[in-house]
């Protein structure tokens, strides 16, 4: 148990709509990332949240994507106008309390894009 | 640009020897370092990592050594055992500020390629 959790785990979706996916820590942490993996590849960063504030984004982050965290607890990953290259995993992951930048995922959200 | 490389996509080796999981990087910023395993349809689990300032971290059958002249980082698993089977990332942060670039970093990993490790009985 990483103590986060993510869903949906799967979706499926058509090229064009909105889909919105959900990370919620089990207990407080006030420093939650986003990443995105595709096949064959490392996980990618998104972006990172500090608590509310959305403190860094990736250049990867298009306009379509967009992330909240409101009152710093869960956080929801919103990707409008689905293409097909956005089928990915999308991990949610939260700063560990060790030196080391240790992050510690959820299970992931396998999205597919038809 | 690939900062974080894993140049060997697969690793074949026997039950009970020595796995060697080798990745190198570009970035001198770099000083943390991480090692993750990834099974299937399951988020990246954490297994050791490494300061800048040291040269070898052990936990268990899991070393990582990191030679920095070379900036390059090892994984070794001794003795390896079949659920060792699994996709190994290796991963680096930076947390200095680029005081050049006004840029700040927030610990966000790098991640290689991936190296499939597969551990026959």
């Known amino acids: 148990d990483t103590g986060v959790s993510q869903n949906p785990r799967h979706k499926i979706t058509k090229r064009g709509q909105n889909v919105t996916f959900r990370c919620d820590p089990i207990s407080e942490h006030n420093r939650l990332y986003w990443y995105r993996q595709t096949l064959g590849q490392g996980p990618e960063f998104l972006t990172y949240?500090?608590?509310?504030?959305?403190?860094?984004k990736s250049r990867l982050l298009s306009d379509r994507f967009s992330a909240e965290r409101p009152k710093g607890s869960f956080s929801t990953l919103e990707i409008q106008r689905t293409e097909q290259g956005d089928s990915a995993m999308y991990l949610c992951a939260l700063r560990g309390p060790g030196l080391y930048n240790e992050q510690f995922f959820g299970p992931g959200t396998r999205l597919t894009v038809l | 640009d690939q900062q974080v490389k894993q140049n060997s996509p697969s690793l074949s080796v026997q039950e009970g020897r020595i796995s060697i999981l080798n990745c190198d990087y570009t970035n001198s910023m770099f000083d943390y370092f991480l090692w993750y395993k990834k099974y299937p349809a399951e988020g990246p689990t954490f297994l050791i990592s490494?300061?800048?300032?040291?040269d070898k971290n052990e936990d268990g059958r899991f070393t990582v050594f990191l030679n920095k002249s070379a900036k390059h980082l090892s994984l070794h698993i001794v003795p390896s055992q079949p659920g060792d089977s699994a996709v190994y990332f290796c991963?680096?942060?930076?947390?200095?500020?680029?005081?050049?670039?006004?840029?700040?970093?927030?610990?966000?990993?790098?991640f290689g390629q991936g190296t499939i490790l597969t551990v026959h009985p």
């Open positions: 991963a680096a942060s930076a947390t200095r500020t680029l005081a050049n670039a006004g840029g700040t970093s927030y610990g966000k990993l790098t």
């Open positions: 949240f500090q608590n509310e504030a959305q403190l860094e």
């Open positions: 490494i300061s800048s300032i040291k």
